[in-house]
């Protein structure tokens, strides 16, 4: 609603609560261009001066020239310009917009001309434009509550039916109360809307007219309850106001049966993310929920009213390492406290959520010392980490092979195999096997083995293996060789393993001799596909 001459705006905004096809008010808008003051009234009782939170009481307040109040069934704005005065009255569901203004007086808008409407929208309203529609509810008794929005039109109400038409009251109250449920209280809501604009013709002798109509007495259940935009004040299974999900936020989760986003692994943390309005909507009251750990809880968001449950590799909060075929996982588990009652009426709660390591997978390009360092990212599951081959012709690791170090037949080259990203707590790499090809195909022939079980080839006195098992980076020197027959390139290939120095020995056993022993079957378990390779080239 506008009035061009004495320069104010009033913006309604609406959403769904349960049902993506019934519209409800959410907050109204008084926009008072000269003395350029914008007062944001939300349902439930919170005002917004100027986009700032003011803190209300009964008695009235004056903000630039609109009055304020609030007392426990809602809050009221009112301010008069040179020909009118206005009040906007709002509670948890209705906004009463009344004005006095002299005879002959129009504004435009949807009370009066609407044509311009579609122009005069707020930014954000561009969600007008989808048409929802959702499966009927099967609870909802339409002939029922029609006879009951029909109540408005009997005692005690008809005696203001002469004054105000009670048609547009029984029309939005038919319209929703046919679609939506019941569950929170909305028929009062429609019938106390009537009611009240009796009350601004003098004497309000209507009544006790809720037991007449058969309805709950009329309280505003959600003053003071602020939820966040994605959540509405409704009635929780208890019948106790709670911030439930709007339906089209809700939509997604509901449709997949989650009460959140999927769990997400990121630099070493695991974490799970909740909506508090779902897990209201079931009355789990997200502070009695925990991780394995009964001292890891959920933090709440108190800006997006969303709840994280995390851990990490320092703090594992009880989450279970285990090896699985060919990845290490981590699992955890949201759950209620113990329930030491007798019975219980809430739903118990067990989410599992987990984030796992890979093993290394097989590296099918191989690359020349000519071009470069070959850098392997592992980014599957969540937690990826990086694992990098890098030849060096010295003891330090500090002279990395480069496109234009020669590389002499006979010298020794240290080949360094490094992660960056595990956690060394937990996990050591073993180099399991070591080969080299005249072929990129890591399983062509002819084939030169250097490690062999995580051990040194023995019949090669030339290869050395150090720190194999111990921490997250191991590395191994051989001296230089050549391929009799393909004395053009060599590409070297590498089998890791991740390995978990909390249960296993991940060290390979080795024989000192020239007989080698097969090291325990025990220590770690070898995946089918995790190879790394590069390539030399002349
Ligand atoms: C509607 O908008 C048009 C164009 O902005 C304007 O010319 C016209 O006067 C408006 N009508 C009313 C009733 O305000
Ligand atoms: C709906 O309400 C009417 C009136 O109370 C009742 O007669 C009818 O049986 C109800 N229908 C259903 C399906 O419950
Ligand atoms: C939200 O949380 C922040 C930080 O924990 C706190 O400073 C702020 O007061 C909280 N806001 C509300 C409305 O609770
Ligand atoms: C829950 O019960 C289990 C087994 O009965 C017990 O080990 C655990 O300590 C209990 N946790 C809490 C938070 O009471
Ligand atoms: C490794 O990952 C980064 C970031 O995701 C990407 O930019 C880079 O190209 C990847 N490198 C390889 C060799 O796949
Ligand atoms: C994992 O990937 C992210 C980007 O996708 C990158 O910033 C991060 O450094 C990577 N972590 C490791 C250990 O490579």
């Avoid at 003395?35 to 005002?47: A, C, K, N, T």
């Avoid at 935009?229 to 989650?258: M, V």
Wanted: hydrophobic share 30%; charged share 20%; with cysteine.
């Amino acid at each position: 609603m506008s009035d061009p001459s004495s320069g104010f705006e009033v913006f309604v905004n609406f959403g769904e609560q349960r049902r993506r096809d019934v519209s409800f008010l959410i907050s109204v808008i008084l926009w008072l261009k000269q003395s350029d003051v914008h007062v944001h009234l939300e349902v439930g009782g919170r005002v917004l001066i100027n986009n700032k939170v003011v803190t209300l009481s009964s008695s009235v307040q004056d903000f630039n020239g609109v009055k304020i109040s609030k007392n426990e069934n809602g809050v009221t704005a009112s301010f008069i310009t040179s020909k009118l005065s206005i009040s906007v009255f709002l509670d948890c569901h209705t906004a009463q917009i009344y004005m006095e203004s002299p005879l002959g007086y129009s504004a435009d808008g949807l009370c009066f001309d609407s044509s311009n409407t579609s122009q005069s929208r707020l930014a954000q309203s561009a969600s007008c434009e989808v048409q929802y529609s959702d499966d009927p509810d099967s609870c909802v008794n339409c002939t029922l509550a029609t006879k009951r929005c029909n109540m408005l039109t009997k005692a005690p109400f008809a005696s203001y039916n002469a004054n105000i038409d009670p048609t547009p009251y029984i029309n939005a109250c038919k319209e929703t109360m046919c679609k939506y449920p019941s569950e929170d209280g909305l028929m009062t809501q429609f019938l106390w809307a009537y009611a009240r604009a009796c009350s601004l013709y003098g004497n309000n002798d209507l009544g006790d007219w809720w037991t007449k109509a058969e309805c709950s007495p009329p309280k505003a259940f959600c003053m003071d309850k602020l939820c966040s935009d994605h959540e509405f004040c409704g009635w929780n299974i208890n019948g106790q106001p709670a911030c439930l999900c709007r339906a089209l936020f809700a939509y997604k989760y509901k449709k997949s049966n989650t009460l959140g986003e999927p769990t997400v692994c990121k630099h070493n943390t695991a974490s799970v993310t909740l909506a508090k309005c779902l897990l209201e909507e079931k009355c789990i009251d997200y502070k009695v929920l925990h991780l394995n750990d009964p001292t890891c809880k959920g933090a709440l968001d108190n800006q997006t009213n969303m709840v994280t449950f995390s851990f990490n590799t320092q703090n594992l909060c009880g989450a279970e390492i285990s090896y699985e075929e060919n990845t290490i996982d981590y699992v955890n588990t949201i759950k209620s406290q113990n329930n030491t009652g007798l019975i219980t009426r809430n739903d118990q709660v067990f989410i599992e959520f987990s984030c796992y390591r890979p093993q290394p997978e097989l590296k099918s390009v191989c690359f020349r010392i000519k071009d470069n360092s070959y850098v392997g990212n592992r980014s599957c599951g969540e937690w990826n980490y990086t694992v990098y081959m890098m030849p060096y012709i010295d003891a330090k690791c500090s002279k990395a092979v480069a496109t234009e170090t020669d590389v002499k037949l006979n010298q020794k080259v240290w080949v360094e195999l490094k992660t960056y990203g595990l956690d060394d707590d937990s996990i050591a790499v073993v180099t399991d096997s070591c080969w080299a090809t005249s072929d990129p195909n890591p399983d062509s022939t002819p084939r030169y083995d250097l490690i062999i079980d995580g051990c040194a080839n023995p019949e090669d006195e030339t290869v050395q293996v150090t720190g194999n098992g111990i921490g997250t980076s191991n590395r191994f020197s051989f001296n230089m060789f050549e391929f009799s027959r393909h004395p053009d390139k060599i590409y070297m290939h590498c089998q890791l393993e991740l390995c978990l120095t909390k249960k296993h020995n991940c060290v390979p056993v080795c024989s000192s001799g020239k007989r080698r022993r097969r090291f325990a079957r025990s220590t770690y378990s070898k995946g089918e596909s995790a190879y790394i390779s590069m390539g030399w080239s002349k």
